[in-house]
């Protein structure tokens, strides 16, 4: 019995032209529970220097079901990694050899500062190139990615579900959707389209993510999207490294798990490409695929302007930028010339653009200009991609992103881990591949209008040193109530200017807390429509316009105002409006007893009184109480 199994292994090997000595005796042993495609994953294993996987396994009739849980995964690994793992683990090798000698990946590139739009919000440009995004949004896709863990932010939830501002609850994902909702309809209406088309709208998630992402979604009704119109597609995670010879790590509780963790965003061009779905949406007609993350309150009121220069310029990517002083810790976007005639427009980590420049004879290294700010723009990470030529690309490369290893050592002989390390892949590396000839260029926004994004608990923000972003639920918060502000008072209304307050460890200012519904204000153009005559908003107010047709005449508010109303009601709020209003009540984020989400932001909302009104039905309104 025994030697009839021992010669069928040894059929099955000799077959396969493989020597059975060559192989780990514990995976011959089983080889009569797996089918003729684990054993081919079986034979890249061992060839790709992993025998020790199978080190610990036991005789067959023991434990076989995990040894077929861990074929599966060996299966998924290698059919969600382009090129598979075999691909993966020699990358891998090369990468850490790179970082064993300490390679610089850019050696014999001159940096020098790339060609893009710099634009003020507000004036005549701006104004222009918001007209021709919100035209072109209609051929549009956007894709968030949102797969990542967020364990700096430390949040229970996922990262979209958090509030982006509490005043009216509105979580990350309902503020994005209803922003692309906006567009979709501005857009047919500028175009004087006679059917409005669905914007695609796709986002990436994780086994992190996935469940509750869609569970967000399902609950909430899509926040009034199709749900036809949103696509979710998973990124699977990698195989960790327990070496410099990228042997796979194991599980350090199931001998018959590979370690997993995330790859980075940079796997949402493989998914896309994989998916299918740049094609539909080329010969549906579409031109641009627009990238975001997960918690940036502001990103919206930058996409139409952005938008529009992606169209005007015709450029191939757009990469979104703010204002950016020397050193500060955000990567900036630059042109790498290298000496053999390659050039690429890539963001450069901060870290690396000052030796860089030093090297190429900056003996002031990344420095301020005359402007005040550095020439290297800072790069927020939101991408605009021009359809035809990302998919022209992605056919060559079949999304493959330039990947990067960060292990941490155990000492200076660079030789063992701290714990696994694995490859990571940022999405913003995308035009590492392409030509010189590539119209590679960016749009750089006023910061206040276009980045605030929420990814530090409150104690580490609160350890920020001073002067730097604290990137926490409290500044992304009050972030989007400067900029409400700034925005009205640029539109001619008197916004009293913002007080100090310190709320978990963070001095931030406190601006009235304006916020709008997307449809109210997509471009500065129509906001400007919206807001008519001598209009006054007091440091204490909270104004809150839900609804499109909502116009600001002669309003002084102090207290709280808010308007719900329906597409079809036209509202004309003035006259002067005095009442309690709603206060900021300071909360610890220790203190257990309130709910996770307004800890997080140091204070939650005292609604002492207010002005609310709304409009259920069609027709012309005007609300102007006298005091
Ligand atoms: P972050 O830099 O915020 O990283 O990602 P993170 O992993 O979410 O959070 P930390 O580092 O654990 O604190 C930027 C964007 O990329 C997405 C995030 O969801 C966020 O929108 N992301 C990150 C992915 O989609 N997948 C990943 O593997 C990593």
């Known amino acids: 019995m025994v030697s009839a199994k021992v010669d069928s292994e040894a059929d099955i090997l000799s077959n396969l032209n493989i020597n059975a000595g060559d192989w780990p005796s514990n995976l011959v042993k089983n080889l009569c529970l797996l089918s003729p495609d684990q054993i081919e994953l079986g034979k890249m294993l061992v060839e790709m220097g992993q ?8 005789d067959p009739g023991v434990e076989d079901n995990k040894k077929k849980a861990f074929f599966a995964q060996v299966a998924k690994l290698n059919s969600s990694y382009p090129g598979g793992l075999a691909s993966y683990i020699k990358n891998a090798r090369e990468l850490l050899a790179d970082s064993k000698v300490g390679r610089n990946p850019y050696d014999g590139f001159t940096p020098s500062v790339p060609t893009g739009e710099v634009l003020s919000f507000g004036d005549d440009n701006f104004i222009k190139y918001e007209e021709a995004g919100v035209k072109e949004a209609q051929n549009a896709a956007f894709v968030l990615v949102a797969g990542g863990l967020g364990e700096r932010l430390g949040y229970n939830g996922i990262k979209v579900a958090l509030l982006a501002e509490a005043t009216t609850g509105t979580c990350f994902l309902q503020l994005y ?37 869609l569970e967000v979604l399902e609950s909430n009704s899509y926040f009034g999207m199709k749900p036809t119109q949103v696509k979710l597609l998973k990124q699977e995670k990698v195989a960790c490294l327990d070496d410099n010879d990228a042997r796979l790590a194991l599980d350090p509780h199931n001998k018959y798990q590979i370690q997993t963790k995330p790859h980075g965003h940079g796997d949402v061009h493989s998914l896309l490409y994989s998916s299918g779905l740049l094609k539909v949406w080329l010969y549906a007609g579409l031109r641009w695929v627009l990238f975001f993350q997960d918690t ?20 191939q990517v757009n990469s979104l930028a703010v204002q950016r002083k020397a050193k500060e810790a ?34 002031d290294g990344d420095a301020n200009c005359e402007t005040g700010y550095s020439p290297f723009p800072g790069n927020i990470n939101q991408l605009i991609l021009e359809l035809g030529p990302y998919i022209e690309e992605l056919t060559k490369t079949g999304g493959a992103i330039k990947e990067f290893v960060n292990p941490k050592y155990k000492d200076a002989s660079k030789t063992s881990f701290k714990s696994s390390t694995r490859l990571e892949c940022m999405m913003q590396d995308y035009p590492k591949t392409l030509p010189p000839t590539a119209r590679v260029g960016f749009t750089v926004m006023d910061k206040w209008l276009a980045y605030a994004p929420v990814k530090n608990n409150p104690e580490d923000a609160s350890k920020v040193p001073k002067g730097n972003p604290y990137h926490s639920a409290t500044s992304g918060e009050m972030a989007i109530y400067r900029a409400n502000s700034l925005i009205l008072i640029k539109a ?48 204490r107010s909270t104004m809150v316009l839900k609804g499109r047709d909502i116009f600001l ?17 036209e509202v004309k709020v003035g006259g002067s409006i005095q009442n309690k209003g709603w206060l900021l009540e300071r909360i610890n984020y220790k203190d257990t007893s309130s709910p996770e989400e307004l800890r ?28």
Not at 341 to 361: C, F, H, K, M, T
Not at 557 to 566: E, F, K, P, S, V
Not at 611 to 622: D, R
Request: charged share 20%.
């Open 296 to 315: 940036n309150g502001l990103l919206f009121k930058a996409i139409p302007a952005s938008l529009g220069v992606s169209a005007t310029k015709q450029y």
């Open 553 to 569: 005449e002669d309003l002084s508010l102090d207290g709280a105002l808010i308007i719900n109303c329906i597409d079809g009601a």
């Open 330 to 363: 955000m990567g900036g976007i630059t042109r790498l010339t290298h000496s053999d005639g390659r050039s690429v427009v890539i963001n450069v980590e901060y870290n690396q653009l000052d030796p860089l420049l030093r090297a190429a004879g900056h003996p």
């Open 51 to 58: 025998s020790h996987l199978f080190q610990q396994w036991t």
């Open 492 to 539: 001619g209304v008197q916004v009293e200017g913002p007080v100090q307050q310190v709320f978990n460890g963070q001095e931030v200012e406190v601006w009235p807390r304006i916020t709008w519904k997307p449809k109210w204000g997509l471009t500065f153009s129509e906001i400007k429509i919206k807001v008519r005559q001598s209009c006054s908003v007091s440091q």
């Open 600 to 627: 997080i932001r140091g204070f939650k909302i005292n609604k002492l009184e207010q002005l609310e009104q709304t409009y259920s039905e069609p027709g012309k309104f005007i609300l102007k109480p006298q005091c």
């Open 177 to 213: 959707i209803e922003s692309i909702l906006a567009l979709q309809e501005g857009s047919c209406r500028l175009t004087q389209g006679t059917f409005q088309k669905d914007i695609p709208f796709v986002i990436m998630t994780s086994d992190d993510t996935h469940t509750r992402t």
